[in-house]
């Protein structure tokens, strides 16, 4: 959970009449969203950090994974509090919980005045002032035909060295597990000429490295007449901004092409790093995953990868006790893990979501087994991430210095490595040479070359 609040620079700071208290839950692309619905309403609202003295709250859900309902009532029961002793305040929640409670959240909460979806958000201004007068306003209805806007409004930030642009929303794919066909909807691209204009936007502030967004980048262009396709949007961004470093998530591994392939160790702003996740190794499970690969055509694209560039970084996500994965399939996981020896992996138990195919499966798989496999796993990949990281020892690389705190600077590799190392704050958005002394299990401790 994040206050969007270090976001903004104090020039927003006490210019607007009214406060704002933005709480995220989920992804980048929920981040995203969450400047989206802030930069909305810059010079009608200022951000704050205190819950209790804004006028307006966004509660930010995501539903992918955790047990996001029974969060989002205990935090509203701890909103409620506030909205008491100020009875102006109104309360919105968006995001991935919204869409998918609707209604019913504002009758279970009514301190709760508006419930938008990832569609709705855009209309936030418009939808505000419907509260006014119309009481409690839900904002979920989900458009085949949706495009995103584009958001004039400048977003004023403090000097971040990363920046995110989602370049599309919303999946078609349909995996048995995931809810976000659901409630994010029908996938839509956004054109190539808004993404551009917001990642110039971006790099005249200072930002760079940008980190393009979508649920599947690489479908990207689907449904958009006389556009670019993914790699010919990575093109055209290669070339407009030559001095950005430039990367995307998440990638589906179906449509993973030898076109995009090429793109690493090509395009020279492109670093050299995938997160392709995999799921599975088993193909049985892949299969009742709707996954569209086989084990084999995942590993024959890993080899791809890493002949067009040899020095990329690739990572992964998987779940572990879908229904019917007996220890057969979890070996298989396993195997493929030593096989490909991923960077780093984020592995999750399977957790039901309401609606998906998967719900119907009958063959669920023990919790007590989920647990053990889920331990065994993260076991395995510890070992090899820490040995694939440990590549990195006794090597100077160029990395781009991120945060500084307490004489401390974070800083990243084009492989996507974080490395830490002591420097003094003007170096934070610089280039430098270090020297990395050792590897820690999920990153790097350097010391800059001279
Ligand atoms: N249960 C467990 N993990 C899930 N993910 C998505 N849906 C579920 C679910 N129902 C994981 C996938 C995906 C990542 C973002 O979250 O691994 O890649
Ligand atoms: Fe969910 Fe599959 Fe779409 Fe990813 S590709 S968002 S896992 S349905």
């Known amino acids: 959970m994040k206050s969007l609040i270090n976001e903004y620079d104090e020039i927003t700071a006490g210019c607007a009449p009214k406060r704002l208290h933005v709480i995220t839950f989920g992804c980048q692309m929920n981040e995203y969203d969450s400047q989206k619905m802030a930069q909305m309403l810059m010079g009608r609202y200022c951000l704050t950090p205190y819950p209790e003295e804004a006028d307006l709250i966004i509660v930010n859900t995501c539903s992918i994974r ?6 989002l009532y205990s935090l509203l029961g701890r909103l409620r509090k506030f909205k008491d002793s100020k009875p102006d305040m109104k309360i919105a929640v968006a995001g991935c919980v919204a869409q998918q409670l609707g209604g019913r959240l504002i009758e279970k909460m009514p301190c ?41 409004a400048p977003l004023p930030r403090k000097g971040d060295v990363r920046g995110f642009v989602t370049i599309m929303q919303g999946c078609d794919n349909f995996c048995t597990y995931c809810i976000v066909p659901y409630v994010r909807g029908r996938e839509t691209s956004r054109p190539s000429r808004h993404i551009l204009k917001e990642i110039g936007f971006l790099v005249d502030q200072g930002v760079k490295d940008v980190t393009l967004l979508g649920q599947n980048v690489n479908s990207y262009g689907k449904g958009l007449v006389d556009e670019v396709d993914f790699p010919g949007l990575l093109e055209r961004i290669d070339h407009a901004f030559p001095d950005i470093r430039l990367r995307f998530t998440t990638s589906h591994p179906k449509d993973l092409s030898d076109k995009l392939i090429d793109c690493f160790g090509r395009l020279k702003t492109l670093c050299e790093h995938l997160h392709l996740p995999v799921q599975s190794g088993s193909d049985k499970i892949l299969k009742r995953m709707n996954r569209h690969y086989t084990r084999q055509e995942y590993l024959e694209k890993v080899d791809r990868l890493r002949k067009a560039c040899p020095t990329i970084t690739i990572t992964t996500d998987l779940i572990v006790g879908f229904p019917g994965e007996e220890d057969q399939d979890f070996k298989d996981t396993l195997s493929l893990l030593e096989t490909v020896r991923f960077d780093q992996a984020f592995a999750f138990k399977y957790s039901e ?86 590897a820690c299990h999920h990153s790097l401790v350097g010391r800059i070359v001279h």
């Open 353 to 438: 979501r309401p609606g998906t195919a998967a719900t119907r499966f009958k063959d669920k798989v023990q919790e007590e087994v989920k647990s053990q496999r889920l331990k065994t796993l993260l076991e395995l990949q510890n070992q090899i991430g820490f040995e694939q990281y440990r590549k990195m020892e006794n090597k100077v690389c160029k990395v781009l210095v991120e945060t500084f705190d307490k004489g401390k600077l974070t800083a990243r590799t084009r492989g996507n490595h974080v490395v830490n190392l002591e420097g003094d704050a003007d170096l934070v958005g610089r280039l430098i040479n270090v020297y990395i002394e050792r």
């Open 112 to 152: 709760v005045d508006l419930v938008i979806g990832p569609q709705g958000l855009y209309r936030l201004p418009e939808l505000l002032e419907r509260i006014e007068t119309d009481g409690g306003v839900v904002a979920t209805e989900l458009d085949d035909q949706f495009k995103i806007p584009y958001i004039e």
């Open 66 to 71: 955790e047990k996001a309902e029974h969060k």
